[in-house]
């Protein structure tokens, strides 16, 4: 099963499931709001159903949602409709490709780049669509040093339960990436502080 047949698989679920940690998710949505202005182009990578997107759609001017997998675009825009947001919508579009030739702002990427397949590349492409001084927002899972996952992970794959490849972040490996292709590191956090850490980082083109 590909990765992208695999998110499609579980939209529907995905969509339902709550947030596993309301105050880490939170925290970490009040630090993007306060980089967003209200006149920003921003473009969210791997968006999923496209909610985190919705809660700031009064922070930004456009947001424009992107995923690989058609349900959970399907579900995004769906959300859309129901609220009337007039100023997000979502496509079907490879973290890696996606608004090519485009300008933004602002691109984010939450909980995506531990799982693409090739994450130097979300960091090239997102500086390719941003001007100088432009933003890049994520926050990744890093796994690295949790070496006890990998098993885990093996068999979930092995029964169709784990989307494909993971990658053992640290974030020293996100500093790197950010800095190799052209970011400077503004700011950083970790949610939730102490177990499996999600790094937050916002880097600015430079």
């Not at 529907?12 to 499931?17: L, N, T």
């Not at 992107?66 to 496509?91: H, L, P, Q």
């Not at 503004?186 to 499996?196: C, D, L, R």
Request: charged residues 20%; neutral net charge; hydrophobic residues 45%.
């Amino acid at each position: 099963m590909t990765a992208a047949a695999f998110w499609d698989k579980i939209a529907e679920k995905y969509s339902k499931d709550p947030i596993r940690n309301v105050d880490a998710y939170q925290a970490s949505l009040a630090r993007t709001k306060h980089w967003l202005t209200p006149d920003m182009r921003v473009l969210e990578l791997g968006c999923g159903t496209g909610s985190t997107a919705l809660l700031l759609k009064d922070d930004a001017a456009e947001i424009l949602g992107t995923d690989f997998s058609t349900e959970m675009v399907r579900i995004g825009n769906a959300k859309v409709a129901d609220e009337g947001a007039t100023n997000v919508r979502f496509e079907v579009a490879d973290a890696g490709r996606a608004a090519q030739g485009q300008v933004f702002d602002a691109v984010m990427a939450f909980n995506l780049i531990h799982l693409a397949s090739n994450p130097n590349a979300v960091f090239d492409h997102a500086r390719s669509l941003l001007p100088e001084g432009g933003l890049f927002i994520s926050k990744t899972p890093c796994l690295g040093g949790k070496w006890f996952f990998k098993p885990l992970i093996a068999v979930l794959n092995l029964i169709g339960k784990a989307p494909g490849k993971v990658h053992f972040l640290h974030s020293y490996d996100l500093h790197r990436l950010a800095e190799q292709n052209g970011f400077e590191i503004v700011e950083t956090g970790q949610y939730p502080p102490g177990g499996v850490m999600s790094y937050y980082i916002v880097a600015r083109a430079v």
